[in-house]
Structure formats: C-alpha cells, structure tokens
Nanobody
Framework: QVHLMESGGGSVQAGGSLRLSCAVS????????MGWFRQYPGKERRMVAY???????TYSDSVKGRFTFSQDNAENTLSLEMNSLKPEDTAMYYC?????????????????WGQGIQVTVSS
C-alpha cells in the first residue's frame, strides 16, 4: 500500500510563512523522484518544486526564491517551506512521486499523488 499524506496547511496572512510536510509510506522516497504541485480551482495541476534528473531541484518561476523544497530520506518525508506568501499562492497543494531510473527522473511516469492540502493566503 503506497500512501502520501500532506500536512501543515492552513490559513496565513500575506507575507507569512507555512511549512508543508508529506509523509510517505509503502516505498522509500529515495527510490522515486519527489515533487510538490498545486492546483487552483478550475485549473490544471502545476509543478511547484521538483527533484529532477541528477538531483537538481527546480522551482516554478512564481515561487522561486520564496519556497524551499527538501526531503529527509531517513525519515521518508519531504517538506516545502513557503515564505513571503502571497494571495496568489492560495491553492490546493499536493506531494507526488515519479518513476526513477538510476539518476534519471521520468516526469509524470507512474505518478502517485497525495490527497492534497489547502493553503489560503489572505491579503
């Protein structure tokens, strides 16, 4: 049974911070390529932060410099530290994993999703 569970969401005022966590069971996160995504109502789910091929961390332009993605392989968890939050960061946030082949990450392949957690940023 593979399970990803987000936590740490909630409401915060603009300029504040939140730290999302994702606990993973059923597989070692080091065996997969992990990432964070978010989705606005009526919109497509989009990448926020991702550990890509060769371990390179990439961020969407909208969060670059404000969000930090990390993972703790020993604890089998990942986190997304969100600083300087803006109202446009309001969304449902998801952790996810993709297939890994050695050092290569196959984006979208065998993708597994958490249930999502709401982040609301008020102005």
């Amino acid at each position: 049974q593979v399970h990803l569970m987000e936590s740490g969401g909630g409401s915060v005022q603009a300029g504040g911070s939140l730290r999302l966590s994702c606990a993973v069971s059923g597989y070692s996160i080091s065996s997969r390529c992990m990432g964070w995504f978010r989705q606005y109502p009526g919109k497509e789910r989009r990448m926020v932060a991702y550990i890509d091929t060769d371990g390179v961390t990439t961020y969407s332009d909208s969060v670059k410099g404000r969000f930090t993605f990390s993972q703790d392989n020993a604890e089998n968890t990942l986190s997304l530290e969100m600083n300087s939050l803006k109202p446009e960061d309001t969304a449902m946030y998801y952790c996810a994993s993709d297939l890994r082949r050695g050092s290569a990450c196959l984006r979208g392949v065998n993708r597994r999703w958490g249930q999502g957690i709401q982040v609301t940023v008020s102005s």
